[in-house]
Structures are given as structure tokens and as C-alpha cells.
């Protein structure tokens, strides 16, 4: 069963006797995909590196449980990015021609990270939770950790998916949506009329159906709607990429989680008895007879609008949104398996899947990180727009292309003339593969000099849910690292490192520009 003492996003520690002190060239904070791949490539620049991660594992979404990758376009993938396909096609045997694979359980995709890492002799803090940044000018000097831990380096590489770093050195961002005025775009900000997961039959969001006075059910608002296009603080939801198996020796029945409240799910009960019974439609098959669950229609895995403090909250916080979130997500699998409201077929239905023994063992096979889809984004002097996804405007710069849908979740659940309304899915592809500017992972000049930020970088909301793919953050990691290097051995600023120095760099490294 879930292992509950060790199911956590944030563990507060003491002091440590003896705290790490440690100066290296580059200190890269966040052990995700984006930091492994930082780190390796700033190791391959023969630079000093340290890899300092908030939890207990490496990889990010990549290695807890986002198996299916959300590609877009594959031949837009390259450098160490395709490396890592490359390697998850060595071990199962590529479906392309150059051996990659796109599909993979979390274990082999943590394996890889940990076995590149360690053959790099690349030394990783793990369970460090920053407190504290101090600058010279304009200039990060040293980060601090809640444990007393110190990292001083030259250069800094923010590969958090929530901007901690970014945001402590003083880094302009933003959180929420703009309105489609702030940069002229035309699918920001509030969003309605998506066909895409959304209640597909009339279902009551009131405690007594059809009655107004009798209050709202679980999970339902009676915000005011707004209008379209107006901008709010509101994020896209998160939920856990959940791996589930059908095969009888490896699987565990999902078990009750604490605290378990079965009023969570009225509406998903009131919309099977509707005639809808999708929840579960997403399952996209991964090896060994496993699959990677992600949200679908208009009652699934998103915990809509149960997230909107995660950006800015503090540690405890967010570790308090981290366990509603596991309460839901496991709550609604117990819910589907057990509820006698549940159709009999569908109880029958959910029970050929369970948590498979063979993977995160830690934490009795559920995954170690909530799905972190949007947070703080930097702003810097180029925001990457909606305007760059449909190639109206093309960066210079590149360091990497994007070619994902324009893909937000929804934002919030609502009452809105009697029914439950959901708001803020979009989902409208690119027109082609898009170039990402090299001024978009460097701040402004006047806020910092010395860092970068491949995972929150500048961008709006609507083009953010096009360039938030995990293949992308890993691109864009290596290019950060790349252009820490230059800029040390030139001993320049970030915003100083000429384009066509890192663009040759870039090539030489297998990155894919154009």
C-alpha cells in the first residue's frame, strides 16, 4: 500500500552539524530533466559542477510517471535530449530508425538519469530546499539551504519547474494568465467554448440538484466568469501522471488514501449517471504492461482550480496542495474500484488496473511529484508569445525549437446558469516546429547577469503550454549550460554571449536550431 510517511513533497530537517560548503563554476538548482541535462552538459564544457535537487529522486515528471512522451514533432528533438530516447531505446529496442523510443517506464527513464550522472562523477545534493540567495550587484554570489547548506558558483542555472531560484534573486515573472492585450495574442487569458474536457452532458453542480440554495457540490465555484480573454491569476491544473498495470502479478489494488471523502466525486458520479463515462479514457500504453494515466474529458485526474497557491506558496503550502492532490487523484481511483454509486461495470472495469509493485517502490508505486504544468514565468526582454507558435514571429536566436500544441488545462470549475462549466482548455497546434530565443532563458539585464532559466522561462501563459514539454525543458537545459561555459570563459555576462559562438556550440552538441 502507499507508504504515506514517505509520500511527501516537502520534509523539513534540521540544521546539519556540518553544513555543505561548496564553490564550483556552475551550481544548477533542480534535479530535473532539464537540471540533469544542465549538469551534464556543463560537465562535458569541463566545467565544476554541482546538481542540487529539492527531493529525493532525479528526473522530474520524465521519471515520475510522464512515460508517453508529449512530443509534438520528433524530428525537432536533438542533442542530449535525443540522446536520452537513444538510451530508452536501448533498453527496450528503438521504434525509430536511430534507435529512439518515446514511450518507457518511470524506473528505466530515472535508471538512465542516475547512471549518466554517476558515470559523470557529477555530485548531487539531494533534499535541499533553498532559504536564501545573496548578490553582489547584479550578480547571485551564493544560494543558501534551509539546512544550513552553501553553494557558491560563477554561474547559476535555475531548472526548478517553479522559479524559486529566479524569484529569490529578484527576477521579474509572472503568475497567471495575461489578458490577449498584454501581447496582442488571441487565446489568453480566460477561455471558453473548447470542446475538449468538458462535461459533455448538463450536470448539476448544487448539493441538491437543481437547487440553487442548497449550495455548491465539491470542487465548484460560483466565481464570476469574466470575459474572454481577460487576463487572471488563475493557472492550469496540475495532477499526477499516474502508472497503472493490467498485469495480475505486478499489480496492487488502489488502496484508501487518508482521509478519504467520497463527496470529492459527486459530479463524476452525477456525470457517469448522465451517460459519460470517460475519466479514465486516457490511458496511453507504455512497456511492460504498463500505461502513463493523464487527465480526459470532463472529470478526470486535474484537480481544477485546487492549485492557484502553488506558485507563490512557501514549502508548507505547497506540501499541504501536494497531499489534496494525492487525496484526489487516489481518492477518485479508490472511488471508480469501490463505490456502490459506481456502475457495476465500471467498478469491474477500474479493478483490472492497480499500482504496479515495480515501481516507486519508495512510496508503494505512486509517483513522487505532482505534475507542475505551470508556475512562475520569468519576464524577460523577449517573451516567447503566441505569435512565435504560429510562426508570425521567428526568434533569431534559436536554442531549440518547440512544436507541442498550444496546450492549456482548465483553470477553473464553475456554476455558471445551473450547470457545471469548466474554463481554460485550449488546445491548438503550432504551425511548425518554432525556434525559442536565447533571450528568453536570460533575464534582464538590470535583475541578473549570472543566471539562466531553461524550465520557467520567459513566455506567456498560452505559449508556455506549447514549450512545456519534457523533451523541450531537456533542450533547452543543455543550451543553458552551453551558454554558461561561454560566458565563463569569457568571463561576461549572459546577455553579453554572442549568438553565433553559442549557436556553433549548440550544432557541435546535436541541438537541432532550425
Known amino acids: 500500500m502507499i507508504v504515506i510517511d514517505q509520500l511527501a513533497y516537502y520534509r523539513p530537517g534540521p540544521k546539519a552539524n556540518s553544513p555543505t560548503r561548496l564553490n564550483v563554476d556552475v551550481c544548477i538548482y533542480g534535479g530535473t530533466s532539464a537540471g540533469v541535462i544542465a549538469a551534464l552538459q556543463a560537465k562535458r564544457m569541463g566545467l565544476r559542477v554541482a546538481l542540487v535537487a529539492f527531493g529525493r ?18 524530428s525537432a528533438i536533438g542533442g542530449m535530449s535525443r540522446e536520452f530516447y537513444r538510451a530508452v531505446g536501448e533498453h527496450y529496442g528503438g521504434d525509430e530508425p536511430d534507435g529512439s523510443k518515446w514511450t518507457f517506464e518511470p524506473h528505466v527513464a530515472e535508471n538512465i538519469f542516475n547512471h549518466w550522472i554517476e558515470k559523470a562523477d557529477i555530485p548531487v545534493f539531494y533534499e535541499h530546499c533553498l532559504d536564501s540567495v545573496v548578490k553582489k550587484e547584479q550578480q547571485i554570489t551564493e544560494i543558501i539551504m534551509e539546512n544550513g547548506a ?14 524559486d531560484l529566479l524569484a529569490r534573486a529578484g527576477v521579474s515573472y509572472h503568475v497567471g494568465r495575461e489578458s490577449n492585450d498584454t501581447y ?36 465548484v465555484t460560483n466565481d ?63 512497456p511492460g504492461g504498463k500505461t502513463d494515466l493523464n487527465n480526459f474529458g470532463g472529470f478526470s485526474t486535474d484537480f481544477i482550480g485546487h492549485n492557484h497557491g502553488w506558485p507563490e506558496g512557501d514549502y508548507t503550502t505547497r506540501e499541504a496542495i501536494f497531499q489534496e492532490h494525492v487525496r484526489y487523484n487516489l481518492g477518485m481511483l479508490y472511488f471508480l474500484s469501490n463505490d456502490d454509486s459506481v456502475p457495476v461495470s465500471i467498478r469491474e472495469e477500474v479493478r483490472q488496473w492497480g499500482l504496479p509493485k515495480d515501481e516507486f517502490k519508495e512510496t508503494g508505486g505512486w509517483p513522487h511529484e505532482l505534475y507542475i504544468r505551470e508556475a512562475r514565468r520569468m519576464v524577460a526582454d523577449v517573451v516567447m508569445t503566441e505569435h512565435h507558435c504560429r510562426g508570425y514571429q521567428v526568434a533569431e536566436d534559436s536554442i531549440g525549437l518547440a512544436a507541442y ?35 528568453a532563458i536570460v533575464p534582464k ?52 554571449v554572442k549568438y553565433e559562438e553559442l549557436r556553433s556550440e549548440l550544432i557541435a552538441g546535436g541541438q537541432i536550431l532550425e
Open 445 to 496: 539585464r538590470e535583475h541578473c547577469t549570472n543566471l539562466l532559466v531553461p524550465i520557467c522561462l520567459s513566455s506567456s501563459h498560452i505559449a508556455f503550454g506549447s514549450i512545456r514539454m519534457e523533451p523541450v525543458f531537456m533542450i533547452l537545459g543543455q543550451s543553458a549550460a552551453a551558454a554558461a561555459a561561454i560566458a565563463l570563459r569569457e568571463s561576461i555576462a549572459v546577455q553579453d
Open 224 to 286: 464570476a466568469p469574466g470575459y474572454q480573454g481577460q487576463g487572471d491569476s488563475s493557472i492550469q491544473a496540475y495532477n499526477f501522471r499516474i502508472c497503472l498495470t493490467h498485469v495480475p502479478a505486478n499489480r496492487m489494488p488502489f488502496p484508501k488514501p487518508p482521509n478519504y471523502n467520497p463527496d470529492m466525486f459527486v459530479l463524476l458520479s452525477r456525470y457517469m449517471k448522465a451517460g459519460v463515462w470517460d475519466a479514465l479514457k486516457l490511458h496511453l500504453p507504455m
Open 184 to 219: 496582442k495574442e488571441t487565446l489568453n487569458g480566460i477561455h471558453f467554448g473548447s470542446p475538449y474536457h468538458n462535461f459533455k452532458a448538463w450536470v448539476s453542480p448544487y448539493v441538491i440538484e437543481g437547487d440553487p440554495d442548497s449550495g455548491l457540490v465539491f470542487g
Open 150 to 163: 552553501s553553494f557558491r558558483a560563477k554561474m547559476f542555472i535555475d531548472a526548478t519547474y517553479e522559479g
Open 405 to 439: 500544441t498550444m496546450d492549456s488545462h482548465n483553470s477553473r470549475r464553475m456554476a455558471i446558469d445551473g450547470r457545471c462549466v469548466n474554463e481554460g482548455n485550449v488546445e491548438i497546434a503550432p504551425a511548425e516546429p518554432y525556434p525559442i530565443s536565447y533571450r
Open 57 to 74: 529522486h532525479l528526473g522530474g515528471l520524465t521519471a515520475s510517471g510522464l512515460g508517453a512522451t508529449d512530443i509534438g514533432n520528433k
